[in-house]
């Protein structure tokens, strides 16, 4: 009788194993099928567009001439609280290249504003890049279009491309700068016309800016549309020829 007992409760105990381990399978394939689905969702949805935006930032050190000119300038202007420019480690910048402001306040345009030259030298810069998916069959070519670019301090809705002259380190000797909704034409390669095939991929992209300037770090680089995120990368590293080359990872999601 003991015997029998014990016989029924492993079968029971073996029925409930079969049961919980086939309801865990059917949950498991429901649950990847739905991940799947959702993924294909947000595949279809994204294509490469034509031409696509980039917000990065970047650390450059200028020319001594321009560099003086800058802060010769800009440091007599600066009024610091119970002490003197001279003392700051980061001196800031972002007033003296407000071409927005400039337009709305005479009194700001005729304080602030620098020379003509130091704002085109920094205004003169050109991107080239490659983004390819992990397997190579996705290739696009980037390149900045000629689109009108502001100096400027401009908030993070609108759709103007501009660049934020934000501050000088006196340490470093170097100026740090944001680039933002920066246009690019899209060329492809390699066609598959969607977004998310560059996920885990490679980048390549060199800036090339006036023999004034040299870039000697680039971080924080978005690729987007006015509405939607699509790519960042990830472990950014200089060749000795100037080019970054990076992980490429989507952010749709």
């Not at 290249?97 to 345009?109: G, R, T, V």
Request: one cysteine or more; charged letters at 30%.
């Amino acid at each position: 009788m003991l015997h029998k007992l014990k016989i029924n409760r492993m079968i029971l105990l073996w029925i409930a194993v079969v049961i919980a381990g086939t309801f865990m399978t059917i949950y498991g394939s429901h649950r990847l099928s739905n991940e799947w689905s959702k993924k294909d969702v947000i595949r279809q949805a994204h294509t490469i567009p034509d031409f696509i935006l980039v917000d990065f930032e970047v650390e450059a050190e200028f020319d001594e001439d321009l560099r003086d000119k800058i802060l010769t300038e800009c440091k007599s202007k600066i009024h610091v609280p119970n002490g003197s420019v001279n003392d700051l480690k980061e001196i800031p910048l972002s007033t003296f290249f407000a071409e927005n402001l400039y337009k709305e306040s005479k009194p700001a345009k005729k304080n602030y504003k620098l020379d003509k030259n130091i704002y085109e030298n920094i205004k003169s810069f050109d991107i080239i890049g490659v983004l390819k998916s992990l397997d190579s069959s996705t290739r696009i070519n980037i390149r900045k279009n000629n689109n009108k670019i502001l100096l400027s301090t401009l908030n993070s809705n609108t759709k103007d491309s501009y660049i934020e002259v934000r501050e000088y380190n006196t340490k470093t000797n170097r100026f740090k700068l944001l680039f933002n909704n920066i246009q690019l034409n899209v060329e492809f390669l390699r066609q598959s016309k969607f977004v998310v095939d560059l996920d885990n991929g490679e980048t390549q992209i060199t800036i090339i800016t006036k023999p004034t300037i040299q870039i000697t770090e680039i971080k924080n680089v978005d690729f987007k549309t006015n509405s939607t995120k699509y790519l960042t990368l990830t472990d950014i590293k200089k060749d000795e020829l100037g080019w970054y080359t990076a992980k490429t990872k989507l952010l749709l999601r």
